[in-house]
């Protein structure tokens, strides 16, 4: 049985709206969290950490239950703004964005951290603010941690199954992204269908990854 490729193509549109947007949003955030010494900086780190020790039913489920109609948020939402998160394309990449934030958010901190602290300092004596110091000297020097963010969100929305599925449902066209589509041609008993979109996730995955690690080793190596 010849597979959708509808399922594919919306996996890898959420995947690359999930990741541009959280390369806009975790880049100021990995940066204040690498720069400042906020008080309330290991209660931020462990928010954003949450998904990481959460099963993703778990932040599904509040997240369905948060979206509604009937809460108070979804129901705002919905009369303000016209806008459904649940069962919707749009619910897939908010809840994209939560839950895939701390790969983006960690590997560029991490990155920025290594950093040697005089070039910080130099920066600041020659005038910089801490954002330009940030955007002009030290993000430049972080591309391997910068490349690592980006893909391994990029990779691990598009292994995301638990947290679509209570989300977005199985709606064709909408919402049935590539892991909901196997989990569907598998209770239809079309095995060989689902054989084919798990192996082209598997080489996808796979050939992302390579990517990664084979750019991190050329950029150490020089």
């Not at 900086?41 to 239950?65: A, T």
């Not at 901190?109 to 040697?116: C, K, T």
């Not at 082209?200 to 990664?212: E, F, M, P, T």
Request: charged share 10%.
């Amino acid at each position: 049985m010849p597979i959708d490729w509808e399922p594919i193509w919306l996996t890898l549109r959420l995947a690359s709206v999930t990741t541009l947007l959280l390369l806009i949003i975790g880049v100021p955030l990995a940066g204040w969290l690498a720069l400042s010494n906020f008080r309330l900086k290991p209660l931020v780190e462990s928010l954003i950490s949450l998904p990481l020790v959460l099963p993703p039913s778990v932040v599904g489920f509040y997240l369905l239950l948060a979206f509604s109609p009937t809460s108070a948020f979804g129901g705002w939402l919905l009369r303000t703004l016209d806008l459904q998160l649940v069962f919707s394309f749009s619910g897939l990449v908010v809840a994209s964005l939560l839950y895939s934030l701390p790969f983006m958010v960690h590997p560029i901190q991490a990155g920025l951290e290594n950093l040697p602290v005089s070039w910080r300092e130099a920066s600041y004596t020659l005038g910089k603010s801490p954002t330009q110091t940030l955007w002009r000297v030290l993000l430049p020097n972080c591309k391997p941690a910068l490349l690592t963010g980006i893909i391994l969100t990029f990779a691990h929305t598009i292994g995301e199954f638990g947290l679509v599925l209570m989300i977005g449902g199985n709606l064709p066209g909408q919402t049935r992204v590539a892991s909901i589509a196997i989990y569907n041609e598998v209770e239809l008993l079309h095995f060989e269908t689902a054989h084919a979109y798990a192996a082209l996730l598997l080489g996808l995955s796979l050939a992302i990854l390579l990517l990664v690690y084979s750019f991190n080793k050329r950029v150490t190596t020089v």
